[in-house]
């Protein structure tokens, strides 16, 4: 029962009978009953069974009640809403106006029958009825005694049973009185903390002397489960009763302390946030009053003079003393205000005028380019390039302010986007930085590999929660400098997916005509980037998008040769590994035999990175014999080297003159993002019919180069030597070795064809020969590309010869000499010329020219020739 049941008492009842009609507050606490107790006012009787003075008819209509149990000497509120309810208290208000109310076992269930109802209920008589507009009645119906259901004698049109009383024990003692008091006391502590039930029925309540009506008055006011409702109404003895309803409302006080507990603790905080707001106010009164600011008042004194102290352009500077007003016009526990104080201190704190002045001596740029980084000529050509501009533009910036004057399309361009392209480890990174220290400039490096959202580079809108400027922004202001040296790093990394594309968002950053007033999402204000010297990183153009790649100076950094890294190591690899082990310079020396051992046989890569680590390795073994006192001095040559690292990871030529010495193999030249290599193209037959085969993870380029290769040798057949039909019994299966690496590119056409003559001649490859083209169905030579690259993988792993095409010739240009020199280059416009310098001599004689019979190169082919020619 709900505690606020007593609300439904105060509604507008109607009285059938007006004579009927007794005070409220009487028929809650029974006072009719109380009078039958007291022998007053007793019924005379006709020898009927009586319960406390009632007379308990035979037979009674049963009301079925769903989710609640009536008490007898109570009165409860009821609502019947089913027809046949409502037809039983149409026929009882007629009639006796003596109800039988039962509760129903499920309380779910609409039209409950006789099986469904307990056995025992209570007699009780109707005194209100009230038919409201939607057809339903609401009762006010007393308890009187409890019954008990014998049978039931009809279920139409509604049920009918014979009943018998049911009277209750009622003992005495102390324990009872005990147990009485106990239930008063605690309905009075609940009453209190629960506040809706009016006082003065509290008061009568625990006035009254019946300890049996208290029992069932009090349980009637509880929020009860039905089966502990209905087993008080069970329940014959009087401390059987009392002592359930003392378990039940110890629970019931602790779990509403509990509740007001809570309660308390919710209003407490309410209330003292409330008391700061007051005294927040008061205290800004009070120092109005004393002509002092309060704190928010103070903060937005400071943001004025760093607006006013940061010489921001006047776009910025207007967005910023808007901002501010704002800002002063808000509450400092307002939510907005965090956002807006946060805006404003980006918007400060960025280096709208701050700079570093370039250092315009070419000489000590020079030497600083030097002294970081050997070789790399290209590069620094364009750094010296760049400030010999500079200089001259400085010098002569006012005749040039006059021949610009009149111009208002093209605007003057200061900064520089360059893009270092170059495979791994060939110190891209790292020549940001020592340009930066040439230019007397600030360094801020970013890594976008792997980025795919477009916010990281222009920013999130201020809309959003935790919203930031871009990296870019981000940036600049950790240098503090508006013209720093600012370093995109693996800009061939970038990814794009459902938030963006961030190299769209590249291209205004990296536009020479846009960059002046690069806008930021989160800044919402023009930034001048036209000042940065950008130099973005990237190991492969490829994946760089063409708009994007079209804004940027593009500057290759080749592979180093070999002679480049044994220089690299003696001047700034060892010096750095003997610091970073704690070595003294005199303590270890490295021979050239020993360095060239770690390149040859110990490392196989473009740049220097695993060299490093190598010398590093040689490096920790000779701190830790000088740890143990072994020795105080080592002279690294060949052969400690192979004692600190073991067996050799890679051969010079030992392995390609062993694979190459089968018909069928051949060296080819690739291409690769982390620079040249060689590759070997493998060549076998099979007894078959026609089949052709093809593995080592190739694309779709250089499948087709496969079946290209294989179509021009069967159509050449009779002139290379071999018998016209060899393809109608034989399956051929072309392989190119690791596998786990993905290859494609026409460039290995060449070398496909080489490989099947050799096997299908019998006649090996010479083992010094490598080679790159493309061929075509007649068997020309096209160009390819990474010449450069190839060449120096060419020179790393041994080779003596290498075969290219005719038009690749301008690229050795880019070779250094001391490679040229060591190489023999043949140009090559036709396959033919390429078998007669590839294929060794057939076995038994003379070899055949072309290894097609032909007599002689064709005229005009070029003859071998030393590249240095």
Same mark, same amino acid.
């Given at each position: 029962?709900?505690?606020?049941?007593?609300?439904?008492?105060?509604?507008?009842?109607?009285?059938?009978?007006?004579?009927?009609?007794?005070?409220?507050?009487?028929?809650?606490?029974?006072?009719?009953?109380?009078?039958?107790?007291?022998?007053?006012?007793?019924?005379?009787?006709?020898?009927?069974?009586?319960?406390?003075?009632?007379?308990?008819?035979?037979?009674?209509?049963?009301?079925?009640?769903?989710?609640?149990?009536?008490?007898?000497?109570?009165?409860?509120?009821?609502?019947?809403?089913?027809?046949?309810?409502?037809?039983?208290?149409?026929?009882?208000?007629?009639?006796?106006?003596?109800?039988?109310?039962?509760?129903?076992?499920?309380?779910?269930?609409?039209?409950?029958?006789?099986?469904?109802?307990?056995?025992?209920?209570?007699?009780?008589?109707?005194?209100?009825?009230?038919?409201?507009?939607?057809?339903?009645?609401?009762?006010?119906?007393?308890?009187?005694?409890?019954?008990?259901?014998?049978?039931?004698?009809?279920?139409?049109?509604?049920?009918?049973?014979?009943?018998?009383?049911?009277?209750?024990?009622?003992?005495?003692?102390?324990?009872?009185?005990?147990?009485?008091?106990?239930?008063?006391?605690?309905?009075?502590?609940?009453?209190?903390?629960?506040?809706?039930?009016?006082?003065?029925?509290?008061?009568?309540?625990?006035?009254?002397?019946?300890?049996?009506?208290?029992?069932?008055? #009090?349980?009637?006011?509880?929020?009860? %489960?039905? *089966? =502990?409702? !209905?087993?008080?109404? $069970?329940? /014959?003895? &009087?401390?059987?009763?009392?002592?359930?309803?003392?378990?039940?409302?110890?629970?019931?006080?602790?779990?509403?302390?509990?509740?007001?507990?809570?309660?308390?603790?919710?209003?407490?905080?309410?209330?003292?946030?409330?008391?700061?707001?007051?005294?927040?106010?008061?205290?800004?009164?009070?120092?109005?009053?004393?002509?002092?600011?309060?704190?928010?008042?103070?903060?937005?004194?400071?943001?004025?003079?760093? #607006?006013?102290?940061?010489?921001?352009? %006047?776009? *910025? =500077?207007? !967005?910023?003393?808007? $901002?501010? /007003?704002? &800002?002063?016009?808000?509450?400092?526990?307002?939510?907005?205000?965090?956002?807006?104080?946060?805006?404003?201190?980006?918007?400060?704190?960025?280096?709208?005028?701050?700079?570093?002045?370039?250092?315009?001596?070419?000489?000590?740029?020079?030497?600083?380019?030097?002294?970081?980084?050997?070789?790399?000529?290209?590069?620094?050509?364009?750094?010296?390039?760049?400030?010999?501009?500079?200089?001259?533009?400085?010098?002569?910036?006012?005749?040039?302010?006059?021949?610009?004057? =009149?111009?208002?399309?093209?605007? $003057?361009?200061?900064?520089?986007?360059?893009?270092?392209?170059?495979?791994?480890?060939?110190?891209?990174?790292?020549?940001?930085?020592?340009?930066?220290?040439?230019?007397?400039?600030?360094?801020?490096?970013?890594?976008?590999?792997?980025?795919?959202?477009?916010?990281?580079?222009?920013?999130?809108?201020?809309?959003?929660?935790?919203?930031?400027?871009?990296?870019?922004?981000?940036?600049?202001?950790?240098?503090?400098?508006?013209?720093?040296?600012?370093?995109?790093?693996?800009?061939?990394?970038?990814?794009?997916?459902?938030?963006?594309?961030?190299?769209?968002?590249?291209?205004?950053?990296?536009?020479?005509?846009?960059?002046?007033?690069?806008?930021?999402?989160?800044?919402?204000?023009?930034?001048?980037?036209?000042?940065?010297?950008?130099?973005?990183?990237?190991?492969?153009?490829?994946?760089?998008?063409?708009?994007?790649?079209?804004?940027?100076?593009?500057?290759?950094?080749?592979?180093?040769?070999?002679?480049?890294?044994?220089?690299?190591?003696?001047?700034?690899?060892?010096?750095?590994?003997?610091?970073?082990?704690?070595?003294?310079?005199?303590?270890?020396?490295?021979?050239?035999?020993?360095?060239?051992?770690?390149?040859?046989?110990?490392?196989?890569?473009?740049?220097?990175?695993?060299?490093?680590?190598?010398?590093?390795?040689?490096?920790?073994?000779?701190?830790?014999?000088?740890?143990?006192?072994?020795?105080?001095?080592?002279?690294?040559?060949?052969?400690?080297?192979?004692?600190?690292?073991?067996?050799?990871?890679?051969?010079?030529?030992?392995?390609?003159?062993?694979?190459?010495?089968?018909?069928?193999?051949?060296?080819?030249?690739?291409?690769?993002?982390?620079?040249?290599?060689?590759?070997?193209?493998?060549?076998?037959?099979?007894?078959?019919?026609?089949?052709?085969?093809?593995?080592?993870?190739?694309?779709?380029?250089?499948?087709?180069?496969?079946?290209?290769?294989?179509?021009?040798?069967?159509?050449?057949?009779?002139?290379?030597?071999?018998?016209?039909?060899?393809?109608?019994?034989?399956?051929?299966?072309?392989?190119?070795?690791?596998?786990?690496?993905?290859?494609?590119?026409?460039?290995?056409?060449?070398?496909?064809?080489?490989?099947?003559?050799?096997?299908?001649?019998?006649?090996?490859?010479?083992?010094?020969?490598?080679?790159?083209?493309?061929?075509?169905?007649?068997?020309?030579?096209?160009?390819?590309?990474?010449?450069?690259?190839?060449?120096?993988?060419?020179?790393?792993?041994?080779?003596?010869?290498?075969?290219?095409?005719?038009?690749?010739?301008?690229?050795?240009?880019?070779?250094?000499?001391?490679?040229?020199?060591?190489?023999?280059?043949?140009?090559?416009?036709?396959?033919?010329?390429?078998?007669?310098?590839?294929?060794?001599?057939?076995?038994?004689?003379?070899?055949?020219?072309?290894?097609?019979?032909?007599?002689?190169?064709?005229?005009?082919?070029?003859?071998?020739?030393?590249?240095?020619?």
């Amino acid at each position: 029962m709900a505690y606020d049941w007593w609300d439904e008492l105060n509604a507008n009842w109607i009285w059938d009978e007006p004579e009927d009609d007794p005070d409220l507050d009487e028929f809650i606490l029974g006072p009719k009953l109380t009078k039958v107790l007291q022998g007053k006012d007793a019924p005379a009787g006709d020898g009927k069974p009586q319960v406390d003075g009632v007379e308990v008819p035979d037979e009674l209509p049963i009301l079925p009640l769903r989710g609640v149990v009536v008490y007898p000497q109570t009165g409860v509120p009821l609502t019947i809403g089913q027809p046949r309810s409502i037809r039983l208290v149409d026929d009882a208000v007629s009639g006796a106006r003596l109800v039988g109310l039962v509760a129903s076992k499920d309380p779910e269930k609409e039209n409950p029958g006789p099986e469904d109802l307990y056995q025992v209920g209570t007699l009780a008589s109707v005194h209100r009825l009230f038919r409201a507009p939607d057809g339903t009645i609401r009762l006010l119906v007393q308890g009187l005694s409890r019954i008990r259901v014998q049978e039931f004698v009809a279920t139409e049109p509604y049920l009918k049973a014979k009943v018998l009383a049911h009277p209750e024990s009622l003992e005495g003692g102390l324990e009872v009185e005990a147990l009485a008091r106990s239930v008063r006391g605690q309905f009075e502590r609940i009453a209190e903390l629960i506040g809706t039930i009016p006082q003065e029925l509290v008061a009568s309540i625990l006035d009254l002397e019946n300890s049996l009506q208290v029992a069932y008055l #009090i349980a009637n006011l509880q929020r009860m %489960e039905l *089966a =502990d409702a !209905q087993t008080v109404l $069970e329940y /014959d003895s &009087l401390r059987d009763k009392l002592q359930k309803l003392v378990e039940f409302l110890t629970r019931e006080i602790e779990v509403l302390e509990v509740g007001q507990r809570i309660q308390n603790e919710a209003r407490s905080e309410i209330e003292g946030m409330q008391r700061d707001y007051f005294l927040r106010e008061q205290l800004k009164a009070i120092q109005r009053e004393l002509g002092e600011m309060d704190e928010a008042a103070a903060e937005v004194e400071e943001l004025r003079k760093k #607006i006013d102290a940061a010489r921001m352009p %006047e776009e *910025a =500077d207007k !967005q910023a003393r808007r $901002e501010l /007003d704002r &800002l002063s016009r808000l509450n400092s526990a307002a939510a907005e205000y965090g956002v807006i104080r946060t805006y404003l201190d980006w918007l400060v704190s960025l280096p709208w005028a701050h700079g570093t002045e370039d250092n315009l001596d070419i000489r000590h740029a020079r030497k600083v380019l030097d002294k970081d980084h050997y070789g790399l000529k290209d590069v620094k050509e364009r750094i010296l390039e760049y400030l010999a501009v500079r200089k001259l533009r400085h010098e002569r910036q006012d005749e040039l302010a006059k021949s610009t004057r =009149d111009d208002t399309i093209r605007r $003057e361009r200061e900064g520089v986007i360059l893009c270092f392209v170059g495979p791994p480890g060939v110190g891209k990174t790292s020549l940001g930085r020592s340009i930066a220290s040439a230019l007397g400039r600030e360094f801020v490096r970013i890594s976008l590999g792997g980025v795919r959202d477009e916010a990281e580079i222009r920013g999130h809108r201020r809309t959003y929660i935790g919203a930031l400027p871009g990296r870019i922004m981000q940036a600049l202001r950790r240098v503090e400098s508006r013209n720093p040296v600012f370093m995109l790093d693996e800009v061939d990394k970038l990814g794009s997916d459902f938030r963006g594309d961030p190299s769209s968002a590249l291209l205004e950053v990296l536009d020479p005509e846009q960059n002046s007033e690069f806008r930021d999402h989160y800044m919402e204000v023009a930034f001048d980037l036209s000042q940065v010297m950008f130099i973005t990183t990237a190991n492969s153009l490829e994946s760089i998008p063409g708009p994007l790649r079209d804004r940027m100076e593009i500057i290759r950094l080749s592979s180093y040769t070999e002679n480049d890294k044994q220089a690299i190591a003696k001047g700034y690899l060892i010096p750095r590994q003997l610091a970073e082990n704690g070595l003294r310079k005199n303590e270890v020396k490295f021979g050239n035999d020993a360095i060239r051992s770690l390149i040859r046989s110990y490392t196989r890569e473009a740049g220097v990175r695993n060299l490093e680590r190598q010398i590093g390795a040689v490096c920790r073994k000779v701190v830790t014999k000088i740890a143990e006192g072994e020795t105080q001095t080592v002279k690294i040559n060949a052969g400690l080297v192979r004692e600190y690292l073991g067996p050799p990871k890679y051969y010079h030529m030992e392995d390609i003159t062993r694979r190459t010495s089968l018909p069928g193999v051949v060296t080819g030249l690739s291409w690769t993002p982390s620079g040249g290599d060689v590759l070997f193209i493998e060549a076998t037959r099979m007894p078959g019919s026609k089949g052709f085969q093809l593995s080592g993870q190739l694309g779709d380029v250089m499948q087709e180069s496969a079946k290209a290769a294989l179509s021009f040798v069967r159509s050449r057949a009779e002139k290379l030597g071999i018998s016209a039909d060899f393809f109608q019994n034989t399956d051929i299966h072309l392989h190119v070795p690791a596998g786990a690496q993905p290859k494609d590119g026409p460039s290995a056409g060449v070398t496909m064809v080489t490989a099947l003559v050799s096997l299908l001649t019998g006649r090996p490859i010479k083992a010094h020969v490598g080679m790159s083209g493309e061929i075509t169905l007649r068997g020309q030579v096209m160009p390819v590309g990474g010449i450069k690259e190839k060449v120096l993988a060419a020179h790393r792993a041994g080779l003596k010869t290498i075969i290219l095409p005719e038009r690749n010739e301008v690229d050795l240009e880019e070779l250094p000499a001391e490679v040229r020199s060591k190489l023999e280059f043949h140009f090559v416009r036709t396959m033919d010329e390429v078998l007669q310098v590839a294929l060794a001599p057939a076995k038994g004689g003379r070899e055949r020219a072309n290894g097609a019979g032909s007599k002689s190169p064709r005229k005009g082919a070029k003859k071998p020739a030393k590249a240095n020619a």
